[in-house]
């Protein structure tokens, strides 16, 4: 409980993304969000434009799922390199864990994805795999750097970066047409539940080893 007690930010994303998961899949699994999610397809439809539509398709692409699994293989390899394997390994397992509850998540629910005309998507669609992983990468890369920044202004504006960059991620999806928009709620509440369960577990797995040594 001290522990808990010690962490309130990390305690209170947890348990807000998970509570914001739990009813977003409670409305989709009953029907009560399809007039929404249509409402917000249909608006975005009117809205599609060249250069939009291409700076979408890019941030979709760069920020895949398969991509930034990638980029977390090479920072668990710098991990274990540098000695913090503990880093590598939850790090690895938010990653692991919360894209394989995406997809299997999807298989559960069986969610329709929304007809898109301008890009293409397989499987089903609630959760968001891209959401969950963006939301992943970001949050645990942000605090594998944070003890190394001592400028408060740079960690501010990488913090901002990264909001942006969950965010822009989450609309791209919308915007092609291939998710609905609960999709992407749920897949970045999903996200920022395990990686705070994560860097929770990392933090707890600390300060038990200082404790002992100490």
């Known amino acids: 409980m001290n522990f808990l007690k010690s962490h309130p930010r990390l305690v209170f994303l947890n348990v807000l993304s998970l509570c914001v998961f739990l009813l977003t899949t409670y409305l989709v699994i ?3 969000t399809i007039v929404f999610d249509s409402k917000v397809y249909t608006s975005i439809v009117g809205i599609h434009r060249g250069p939009l ?3 979408m398709l890019a941030i979709s692409e760069v920020l895949h799922p398969g991509v930034l699994i990638g980029i977390t293989a090479l920072f668990v390899l710098y991990f274990v390199y ?3 394997k503990r880093f590598a390994y939850y790090f690895l ?3 692991f864990f919360g894209v394989g509850s995406a997809l299997l998540c999807k298989t559960m629910f069986a969610v329709v994805r929304p007809e ?3 890009a293409s998507a397989v499987g089903w669609s609630y959760p968001s795999a891209h959401a969950t992983a963006v939301a992943i ?3 645990t890369t942000l605090y594998a750097v944070e003890e190394k920044i001592k400028d408060r202004t740079i ?3 990488l913090t901002m970066v990264s909001v942006v960059l969950i965010t822009l991620t989450a609309l791209s ?5 291939v998710h609905w928009t609960t999709d992407v709620l749920a897949g970045t509440a999903l996200g920022i539940f395990w990686a705070t369960v994560s860097i929770l577990a990392l933090r707890y797995s600390i300060d038990t080893h200082d404790g002992i040594h100490s």
């Not at 999806?173 to 047409?177: A, K, M, N, P």
């Open 155 to 157: 960690e501010v504006l």
């Open 116 to 118: 898109s005309f301008i």
């Open 173 to 177: 999806r919308v915007y092609l047409g």
């Open 30 to 32: 009953f029907a009560q």
């Open 53 to 55: 539509t291409r700076i």
């Open 93 to 95: 397992g938010s990653m």
């Open 137 to 139: 990468f970001f949050i």
């Open 82 to 84: 540098g000695k913090k």
